[in-house]
């Protein structure tokens, strides 16, 4: 099943790469959106988007506003169907995470900050 949508990705990747770049602008991505096939692929894999945009920002895993095939169909595999708890509870896990690392580095940039301004004044 796996392969059945790599392959239809790839496929559909290929359409859209209108230049034969190997890579897919978000042009080319807006140049396609509309397309009827295209959203009824979308919605047989439960994958909703409102813009080109949106998809765009979410596949393009490098940020080089530009997509490859592989950042496309693994994009595109992650976004397949409805968001599970374990996935929830993943990005729960990871801005927890996240949070304390730039706490503790905030509480370091502040005494920094303090020993600096001691270092100014005291000069």
Same mark, same amino acid.
């Given at each position: 099943?796996?392969?059945? @949508?790599?392959?239809?990705?790839?496929?559909?990747? !290929? $359409?859209? /790469? *209108?230049?034969?770049?190997? *890579? &897919?602008?978000?042009?080319?991505? *807006?140049?396609?959106? $509309? /397309?009827? !096939?295209?959203?009824?692929?979308?919605?047989?894999?439960?994958?909703?988007?409102?813009?080109?945009?949106?998809?765009?920002?979410?596949?393009?895993? /490098? %940020?080089? %506003?530009?997509?490859?095939? *592989?950042?496309?169909?693994?994009?595109?595999?992650? +976004?397949?169907? /409805? !968001?599970?708890?374990?996935?929830?509870?993943? &990005?729960? @896990?990871? +801005?927890?995470?996240?949070?304390?690392?730039?706490?503790?580095?905030?509480?370091?940039?502040? !005494?920094?900050?303090?020993?600096?301004?001691?270092?100014?004044?005291?000069?």
């Amino acid at each position: 099943l796996k392969d059945n @949508y790599i392959k239809h990705f790839n496929s559909i990747f !290929a $359409e859209l /790469d *209108e230049d034969g770049s190997g *890579e &897919i602008t978000l042009a080319e991505l *807006e140049g396609f959106i $509309e /397309d009827e !096939a295209l959203q009824a692929f979308f919605a047989h894999l439960n994958i909703s988007f409102d813009s080109a945009w949106e998809i765009f920002r979410l596949i393009d895993a /490098d %940020g080089t %506003g530009s997509v490859s095939a *592989e950042e496309f169909v693994n994009g595109l595999l992650t +976004m397949k169907g /409805d !968001a599970r708890n374990i996935d929830v509870k993943t &990005i729960h @896990y990871d +801005m927890t995470k996240q949070r304390h690392v730039l706490s503790k580095f905030m509480i370091f940039v502040e !005494a920094e900050l303090r020993h600096i301004k001691a270092a100014v004044v005291a000069a």
